[in-house]
T-cell receptor, first 118, second 115 residues
């Protein structure tokens, strides 16, 4: 079974600065997806970024980028130029490569609460 | 605007009452998931369906929880009788199985409070 660990329950960042959220995972699979989801106070789960394990290049979406270290099973999220709207809970998640059957479920970490100081 | 719709958004009920949560998946999606979010356990998978058939409901307490898909546009999660420990946010998500690049789309959740 796969596990996802987010060991930091809370982090804080100054507006306009950069913050990195950590995540580690464990799996015996060679192909899979990793995700970061954002959950603002509205509760909506918003997909921030996705990384395919077979791709060596780290995914980037505007101010969000990841540092994917497959051998170390590490998947951190970097938020650059932090904005007040980035304040939310962030979840790291794992999914098997093919979206079918038992492999289609997401396994989540416990989440980290990010606050942004003005 | 394709999205997963969950009703109700909030529900407060007394212990022992039946609770029904509803989910309308995105049209055309054939996989539906129910997740529960609590402070202690985080997000846990309760059940999921493919083409309306339950594939796995091992995450659900069988004695009081039941999940069904009466048709392709409606998924329900029932708790009977409800208990205070069931207080949580319940999320429904839907996806299209079989495509590598596909992902699950989440509804806004139902916040359940059992008093």
């Amino acid at each position: 079974a796969q596990t996802v660990t987010q060991s930091q329950p809370e982090m804080s960042v100054q507006e306009a600065e950069t913050v990195t959220l950590s995540c580690t995972y464990d799996t015996s699979e060679s192909d899979y997806y990793l995700f970061w989801y954002k959950q603002p106070p509205s509760r909506q789960m918003i997909l921030v970024i996705r990384q395919e394990a077979y791709k060596q290049q780290n995914a980037t979406e505007n101010r969000f980028s990841v540092n994917f270290q497959k051998a170390a099973k590490s998947f951190s999220l970097k938020i650059s130029d932090s904005q007040l709207g980035d304040a939310a809970m962030y979840f790291c998640a794992y999914r098997s490569y093919v979206f079918t059957g038992a492999n289609s479920k997401l396994t989540f970490g416990k989440g980290i609460t990010l606050s942004v100081r003005p | 605007d394709a999205r997963v719709t969950q009703t109700p958004r909030h529900k407060v009920t007394e212990m022992g009452q039946e609770v029904t949560m509803r989910c309308q998946p995105i049209l055309g999606h054939n996989t539906v998931f129910w997740y529960r979010q609590t402070m202690m356990q985080g997000l846990e998978l309760l059940a999921y369906f493919r083409n309306r058939a339950p594939l796995d409901d091992s995450g659900m307490p069988k004695d009081r929880f039941s999940a069904e898909m009466p048709d392709a546009t409606l998924a329900t999660l029932k708790i009977q009788p409800s208990e205070p420990r069931d207080s949580a946010v319940y999320f429904c998500a839907s996806g299209l199985e079989g495509q590598v690049n596909n992902e699950a789309f989440f509804g806004q959740g139902t916040r359940l409070t059992v008093v």
